[in-house]
């Protein structure tokens, strides 16, 4: 019998680094209890809110914006 072949193994974390900001720049995700807050560089909230992956979104939008300024 054939091996498996071994193309679908790849145990890499796809999100490790996936956005266009430098690390720097990235906002920082905090959860609190069943909120997700989301800051910047310097500290300020940028949003609160209970879905994880709209925090994220909104955050990285925001962040691209105010680094073009």
Do not use: C, W
């Given at each position: 019998?054939?091996?498996?072949?071994?193309?679908?193994?790849?145990?890499?974390?796809?999100?490790?680094?996936?956005?266009?900001?430098?690390?720097?720049?990235?906002?920082?995700?905090?959860?609190?209890?069943?909120?997700?807050?989301?800051?910047?560089?310097?500290?300020?909230?940028i949003?609160?809110?209970?879905d994880?992956?709209?925090?994220?979104?909104?955050?990285?939008?925001?962040?691209?914006?105010?680094s073009?300024?």
């Open positions: 019998m054939p091996r498996t072949s071994r193309k679908g193994t790849n145990t890499s974390d796809a999100q490790l680094n996936e956005g266009d900001l430098p690390r720097s720049e990235q906002p920082t995700i905090v959860d609190h209890g069943k909120k997700f807050a989301a800051y910047d560089k310097n500290g300020r909230l949003i609160l809110g209970y994880r992956k709209i925090v994220e979104e909104y955050a990285d939008a925001q962040s691209k914006i105010r073009k300024r």
